[in-house]
């Protein structure tokens, strides 16, 4: 994506990553579904960026440490 011109010699560019859980498949409250969802999103902006990702189950089962 090409980056917005606001200015002759202003450009700007958004970029987004998000990260989903869903209830109850990766947490049953809703601190631990931000938390599922947070860790899905990192884990885009560590490899791809401006992507989406989706908690991983196995990472659901684990503790909070």
Avoid: C, W
Wanted: charged share 25%; hydrophobic share 40%.
């Amino acid at each position: 994506m090409s980056p917005l011109r606001i200015d002759p010699e202003i450009e700007v560019s958004i970029t987004a990553s998000f990260g989903i859980a869903t209830y109850p498949t990766h947490a049953m409250s809703k601190e631990n579904l931000i938390r599922q969802a947070d860790a899905a999103m990192y884990r885009v902006k560590s490899t791809t960026k401006n992507s989406v990702g989706i908690a991983r189950v196995e990472d659901a089962t684990r503790p909070v440490t």
